[in-house]
């Protein structure tokens, strides 16, 4: 007997059909593509050196990674529980406690590496 939920048996597949849910379904999501693309031309534009690339794809990557885990886990709340329920809103609230945590970190990176260079071409 095949259970509805059994391992996917292609990891690449389910991996990129999970993106395009998360992209489709979540504004979060969206909206973090939009300040990613925006990092990137603004990168290109500055011309920002190898290490702040470094710092901005990684600031990229682990911003988009908190915010599909936090996806996941709501996901998963909901699935075990649509009653109202303490620990359910616990586990929410926590996941996107650390998500915000973790967007001041990456606004507070791209500060440090743009403000310099927005003071350099408005002093031109």
Not at 67 to 89: C, H, S, W, Y
Request: charged letters at 25%; one cysteine or more.
């Amino acid at each position: 007997m095949k259970l509805e939920n059994e391992k996917c048996s292609n990891a690449f597949v389910c991996a990129v059909r999970g993106l395009r849910e998360a992209i489709k379904t979540e504004k979060n999501v969206k909206f973090d593509i939009v300040v990613a693309t925006i990092i990137i031309a603004f990168g290109f534009y500055f011309r920002i050196s190898t290490i702040e690339w470094i710092v901005c794809v990684l600031s990229i990557g682990v911003m988009l990674f908190a915010e599909f885990m936090n996806t996941a886990i709501e996901a998963t709340v909901d699935l075990v529980t649509r009653e109202k329920n303490k620990q359910a809103e616990k586990a929410k609230d926590i996941s996107a406690g650390a998500v915000l945590i973790l967007s001041i970190n990456v606004a507070v990176i791209g500060l440090i590496v743009f403000i310099p260079k927005l003071i350099e071409l408005i002093h031109k």
